[in-house]
């Protein structure tokens, strides 16, 4: 490979004007947003590899800790795995490496030696985890076996790569992978990961539709994939999250028995399933709006910025009314920031909209000659409280924000599910939504629908019933199926 293609130009970074591309320029407004809320920075010297910014990293934790406690609730354990992997273990699983071996980067040098064995930047860990099961599990006493790690991982992405949505390093990928003793428990474990999945993005505000994925776009090894996707602003849809059962495919490749009830040696049964920070891109672009972030309340680094508003003579007392509701909110443990910068007020506000906190609260001279402060939502409607009530209605806030969040989005997202009965109609909806067509389920069939409809078959939408005939083919619909432009 070219040096030329692993680097990326270096852009010169503006100043921070006070305001944002609309949000209808989705990829300008994205791209901006993430720089002046200091999400990530794009400027590394390789190509598809960006920087976390502390306040896009705070966030990311803060989504991720969602996620981990979804698993951690339903008996997955977290557990690390090394970021090389033998040649010969990556390269054992044929359908496997089929899919994944243009995009591995590979590690054949050590210091001045030539490897004997050259090792790859896993690209995903199935091939350095199983070598491990077969290790670890023994009896079926040692299933079911549930452990999930949050790492990097690298692919050698060819096409135009983009911050948290297409990058050669995946910085945050969540893998979680089970060993079962039946074919049965394997598929219950698949129904548990869909629940931990859907409450997770639940708890992030992010409405989604659940597809089993046609056979050519399933994982490759996997007997069935189920994938969550989410609707961008743009009229394209976001994989951000995927659940795989494998069967006893692995298992056989990479030998991982257990001895059963009655003595016999027998294969597990395996499932997988991943997370990347796709789903912190989804946070962004479903709630965004003209004036930048708007965080659900469950994950906001800062959920309250107070802004003083200050004026010659009155300063100390608004500094100690401002510290004092600082205090109070902190001691219930909202994450509050009091904005003492030089700044001027304006460019507070701008700052903390842009950066997606629930809740401003300003304290100017003349809201505390009626000892009151002015509580600004995130959409800008203002409410003077009471200095004393202050805790109690930023609380009753919190209690209903990221539901309102979700409802809001879960409803844009079912008018972008669009029923279409026939091609024509469908294809006015792909592009800009989400177009629900019936299927007969025939590959032939639903790759020549992709082509008619210059768009993917997400698959089989798992909450409907297919009815009437297939646009396709006019046979009967066995399924309803999503069609949409992706990402
Ligand atoms: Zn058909």
């Known amino acids: 490979m070219s040096e030329e293609s692993l680097l990326t130009t270096v852009s010169i970074e503006g100043p921070l004007s006070m305001s944002l591309p609309p949000k209808e320029e989705f990829s300008e407004w994205y791209n901006e947003v993430l720089r002046t809320a200091e999400i990530m920075d794009v400027r590394y010297p390789v190509k598809g590899m960006y920087v976390w910014h502390p306040f896009g990293f705070e966030l990311k934790?803060?989504?991720?800790?969602?996620?981990?406690?979804?698993?951690r609730s339903t008996?997955?354990?977290?557990?690390?795995?090394?970021?090389?992997?033998?040649?010969?273990?990556?390269?054992?699983?044929?359908?496997?490496?089929?899919?994944?071996?243009?995009?591995?980067?590979?590690?054949?040098?050590?210091?001045?030696?030539?490897?004997?064995?050259?090792?790859a930047l896993r690209p995903t860990s199935e091939t350095a985890i199983y070598p491990m099961f077969r290790?670890?599990?023994?009896?079926?006493?040692?299933?079911?076996?549930?452990?999930?790690?949050?790492?990097?991982?690298?692919?050698?992405?060819?096409?135009?790569?983009?911050?948290?949505?297409?990058?050669?390093?995946?910085?945050?990928?969540?893998?979680?992978?089970?060993?079962?003793?039946?074919?049965?428990?394997?598929?219950?474990?698949?129904?548990?990961?869909?629940?931990?999945?859907?409450?997770?993005?639940?708890?992030?505000?992010v409405p989604f539709t659940v597809t089993r994925r046609p056979s050519w776009d399933k994982f490759p090894g996997a007997e069935y994939t189920y994938a969550?996707?989410?609707?961008?602003?743009?009229?394209?849809?976001?994989?951000?999250g995927t659940v795989h059962n494998l069967g006893e495919?692995?298992?056989?490749?990479?030998?991982?028995?257990?001895?059963?009830?009655?003595?016999?040696?027998?294969?597990?049964?395996?499932?997988c399933y991943g997370i990347s920070e796709r789903c912190v891109a989804a946070v962004i672009g479903v709630h965004g709006d003209d004036n930048g972030l708007r965080l659900p309340w469950s994950v906001a680094p800062v959920q309250v910025a107070v802004v003083p508003i200050l004026f010659a003579g009155s300063e100390e007392e608004v500094m100690e009314a401002c510290l004092d509701v600082e205090e109070r909110l902190d001691e219930e443990g909202i994450r509050v920031e009091l904005d003492d910068s030089d700044d001027r007020p304006g460019e507070k506000f701008f700052r903390w909209?842009?950066?997606?906190?629930?809740?401003?609260?300003?304290?100017?001279?003349?809201?505390?000659?009626?000892?009151?402060?002015?509580l600004v939502s995130r959409e800008g409607e203002e409410?003077?409280?009471?200095?004393?009530?202050?805790?109690?209605?930023?609380?009753?806030?919190?209690?209903?924000?990221?539901?309102?969040?979700?409802?809001?989005?879960?409803a844009n997202l079912e008018d972008e599910l669009v029923k279409a009965d026939t091609i024509e109609g469908a294809r006015g909806i792909v592009g800009r939504g989400v177009a629900v067509v019936g299927w007969c389920g025939e590959d032939g069939c639903g790759k020549s629908?992709?082509?008619?409809?210059?768009?993917?078959?997400?698959?089989?939408?798992?909450?409907?019933?297919?009815?009437?005939?297939?646009?396709?083919?006019?046979?009967?619909?066995?399924?309803?199926?999503?069609?949409?432009?992706?990402?």
């Open 61 to 71: 934790d803060r989504v991720y800790d969602e996620l981990k406690a979804g698993l």
């Open 75 to 119: 008996g997955h354990d977290e557990a690390m795995f090394p970021l090389l992997i033998p040649r010969t273990e990556l390269m054992k699983e044929g359908e496997h490496i089929a899919d994944f071996e243009k995009e591995v980067f590979w590690v054949d040098r050590a210091g001045v030696d030539e490897l004997e064995e050259p090792l």
């Open 135 to 205: 290790l670890w599990i023994r009896s079926h006493t040692d299933l079911p076996l549930k452990v999930f790690q949050v790492v990097n991982t690298f692919r050698y992405e060819t096409e135009h790569t983009r911050p948290l949505i297409r990058l050669r390093e995946i910085t945050s990928f969540k893998e979680a992978h089970t060993a079962h003793a039946s074919a049965g428990e394997a598929e219950a474990q698949v129904d548990e990961a869909l629940g931990v999945y859907g409450e997770f993005f639940e708890s992030i505000g």
């Open 228 to 240: 969550f996707d989410t609707l961008m602003p743009n009229g394209r849809t976001l994989q951000i």
């Open 249 to 271: 495919n692995f298992a056989e490749t990479f030998d991982v028995t257990f001895e059963d009830e009655d003595g016999e040696q027998r294969h597990v049964h395996q499932t």
């Open 353 to 374: 909209e842009l950066r997606g906190a629930p809740v401003r609260i300003e304290i100017g001279p003349r809201d505390l000659e009626s000892d009151c402060a002015k």
């Open 383 to 410: 409410t003077a409280v009471p200095l004393e009530g202050v805790v109690e209605r930023v609380q009753a806030v919190a209690s209903e924000y990221d539901g309102r969040l979700f409802d809001e989005a879960a």
């Open 449 to 487: 629908l992709e082509e008619q409809l210059n768009g993917d078959l997400l698959g089989a939408l798992s909450d409907r019933e297919g009815s009437g005939e297939c646009i396709g083919c006019g046979s009967g619909a066995r399924v309803a199926a999503a069609v949409a432009r992706t990402y």
